[in-house]
């Protein structure tokens, strides 16, 4: 069974540049989430998409970030301006859907974004 | 405002020796606490995980040893080898929040 896949694996982008990242869940699963790790720091909650609706964007830092998960299926982060603070490591999780699953959280390899 | 404080930040162990990480915690209300592994180039994994209504859970060389009274938590690699080299998050989660809370990682290097 393939993981988590999240693409791509590094980006490196001018600041007021957009970029976009892109999760793929494992097949099934109808949590996603998004973190984010900035260097030297805790891994912080963004957003929790159950199939295609935000259940939860609380850790979303500002409105320059936008995440959408048509069809239920694999995930986009847009970044729109990037400013240097926001350079980390962004990663994306999945679970399934029951009461339980969401200890049960399978993370994808990461997205390391470098704004300079 | 952290929720979940970790040490040590990076942590060298001989081959064989104990390799213990620490965590304490504020939010009374966290139910779950997972400590996650991450080797470089790879997202974190969970590796085993406690829920407070017991002290310690073991699973082969790694037991997670938890005290309730003092909202802390750790993680006790016994016979560590090179291969457990990673990073270590410590986790809670809880019902208020519906969100994993992790500390800030702790660098392990097994040496030979």
């Known amino acids: 069974e393939a993981g988590v896949t999240q693409f791509p694996s590094h980006s490196v982008i001018e600041k007021g540049q957009t970029v976009t990242l892109r999760c793929d869940p494992i097949s099934g699963h109808d949590n996603l989430y998004w973190y984010r790790r900035v260097m030297g720091k805790e891994i912080k909650f963004l957003l929790h998409f159950v199939k295609e609706s935000k259940q939860d964007e609380s850790g979303m830092p500002n409105n320059r970030f936008l995440a959408e998960r048509t069809g239920g299926t694999y995930s986009t982060l847009k970044v729109q301006p990037a400013e240097l603070e926001d350079s980390g490591v962004y990663f994306c999780?999945?679970?399934?859907?029951?009461?339980?699953?969401?200890?049960?959280?399978?993370f994808g390899p990461g997205t390391r974004l470098t704004v300079t | 405002q952290q929720q979940v404080k970790q040490s040590p930040q990076s942590l060298i162990v001989q081959k064989g020796g104990i390799s213990i990480i620490n965590c304490a915690y504020e939010?009374?209300?966290?139910?779950?606490f997972p400590w996650y592994q991450q080797f470089p180039g790879k997202g974190p994994a969970l590796l085993i995980a406690i829920r407070p209504d017991v002290s310690e859970k073991k699973e082969g060389r790694f037991t997670i040893s938890f005290n309730k009274s003092a909202k802390q938590f750790s993680l006790h690699i016994m016979d560590s080898q090179p291969g457990d080299s990673a990073t270590y998050f410590c986790?809670?989660?809880?019902?208020?929040?519906?969100?994993?809370?992790f500390g800030t990682g702790t660098s392990l290097t097994v040496i030979p």
């Open positions: 999780a999945s679970s399934l859907d029951g009461l339980a699953d969401v200890y049960e959280q399978y």
């Open positions: 986790a809670a989660y809880g019902n208020t929040g519906n969100q994993f809370y």
């Open positions: 939010n009374t209300a966290f139910d779950y």
